[in-house]
T-cell receptor, first 113, second 114 residues
Framework: NAGVTQTPKFQVLKTGQSMTLQCAQDMNHNSMYWYRQDPGMGLRLIYYSASEGTTDKGEVPNGYNVSRLNKREFSLRLESAAPSQTSVYFC????????????FGPGTRLTVL | KNQVEQSPQSLIILEGKNCTLQCNYTVSPFSNLRWYKQDTGRGPVSLTIMTFSENTKSNGRYTATLDADTKQSSLHITASQLSDSASYICVVSGRGSTLGRLYFGRGTQLTVWP
């Protein structure tokens, strides 16, 4: 089992370019999350999907869109990248029961020039 | 305001020594608290979970404590190893909250020197 996979691992964009970060899980979990992690800031929630077909904004959703394509896949899209979106992005999954552990992917390191 | 504060921000210790990391929170009502370990370049991995009724829980050389009255938790690492070098993140879940409402500390960066 691969667990939670993310692609790409690294990406460099120019300001204004668009891209989609992909996340897939084989854990049969209901809930999926996108976080960004910046130095000294800790993990901040961008969007989450409690179940297939639903998405909700987190703490820092501006400049991002998401799609819960099916139970396995949850993508994060930057329509017009900005230097402030330079960060490490983590996808996570959760079984959907309060108190259960979140399982994180390996992260995507994004630099916007 | 629901917050999670961790201290120290960074810590350097020699291999074989013990250390204690602190987490103070204001999340209310409280459901549970998890400690995650994040190795450089990787995603966080759960070490232990503490619920309201638990005071102490061990996972190998890691021992977590919780004082729900003072809203404090600690993570004690015994006989540190080089592989313990990582960021340790405290995450608090509020009771009755939606699944999206987890409160993350900023982490303590631990470096173990040989």
């Amino acid at each position: 089992n691969a667990g939670v996979t993310q692609t790409p691992k690294f990406q460099v964009l120019k300001t204004g370019q668009s891209m989609t970060l992909q996340c897939a899980q084989d854990m049969n979990h209901n809930s999926m999350y996108w976080y960004r992690q910046d130095p000294g800031m800790g993990l901040r929630l961008i969007y989450y999907s409690a179940s297939e077909g639903t998405t909700d904004k987190g703490e820092v959703p501006n400049g991002y869109n998401v799609s819960r394509l099916n139970k396995r896949e949850f993508s994060l899209r930057l329509e017009s990248a900005a230097p402030s979106q330079t960060s490490v992005y983590f996808c996570a999954t959760h079984r959907g029961v309060a108190g259960n552990e979140q399982f994180f992917g390996p992260g995507t390191r994004l630099t916007v020039l | 305001k629901n917050q999670v504060e961790q201290s120290p921000q960074s810590l350097i210790i020699l291999e074989g020594k013990n250390c204690t990391l602190q987490c103070n929170y204001t999340v209310s009502p409280f459901s549970n608290l998890r400690w995650y370990k994040q190795d450089t370049g990787r995603g966080p991995v759960s070490l232990t979970i503490m619920t309201f009724s638990e005071n102490t829980k061990s996972n190998g050389r890691y021992t977590a404590t919780l004082d729900a009255d003072t809203k404090q938790s600690s993570l004690h690492i015994t006989a540190s190893q080089l592989s313990d070098s990582a960021s340790y993140i405290c995450v608090v879940s509020g009771r009755g909250s939606t699944l999206g409402r987890l409160y993350f500390g900023r982490g303590t960066q631990l470096t173990v020197w040989p």
